[in-house]
């Protein structure tokens, strides 16, 4: 289970932390649990109350495939085959979505269905290989989109590239 520090928390559902010590001192939202240090902790199950979530259907994870060109629809083959194969191990209810655009294209299809998916609350996960095969620029919203929608982004290579590198 997941557990959010009381600022992330806050974040999340749009209280300040302020408001949530108050609810915690009147007794109206507890943190899941409080350290030796003092600090609350917060459960993704209380995320989910506060925001009036109800898990009624199972959610999905998504293994989001892209390429920025049609010359490489090779390469797009052999991703979400490797994606499968990940996927396929560890979640029995995946979903794979491709695109082929520009990673600096935000009106992509795939990434539209994807992005709607997380907004109606349909995806527990997404998993990408790197980051930039999301997005090149603008991850961190789309990260911030999808935990406010109870989804994590999963990225499974996360070593850091050289400026060279990231250039080529």
């Not at 695109?99 to 269905?113: E, H, Q």
């Amino acid at each position: 289970m997941k557990y959010y520090s009381i600022h992330e928390f806050s974040k999340l559902i749009g209280r300040t932390p302020q408001t949530l010590r108050n609810w915690d001192n009147s007794g109206r939202l507890t943190p899941h649990h409080t350290c030796a240090n003092g600090y609350r902790y917060y459960s993704h199950d209380q995320l989910n109350q506060v925001l009036g979530i109800t898990d009624a259907q199972p959610r999905k994870v998504i293994g989001y495939c892209r390429v920025s060109s049609n010359k490489q629809k090779d390469d797009l083959e052999r991703q979400v085959q490797n994606m499968e194969r990940f996927l396929a191990s560890q979640y029995p209810n995946y979903e794979i979505v491709q695109d082929i655009g520009s990673g600096i294209n935000y009106t992509k299809r795939g990434l539209r269905i994807l992005l709607r998916k997380i907004c109606n609350r349909e995806v527990e996960k997404v998993v990408v290989f790197y980051k930039d095969r999301l997005l090149r620029f603008g991850f961190e919203l789309v990260e911030y989109v999808a935990n406010i929608n109870g989804c994590e982004i999963e990225v499974v290579d996360s070593t850091e590239k050289t400026e060279q590198q990231e250039l080529v």
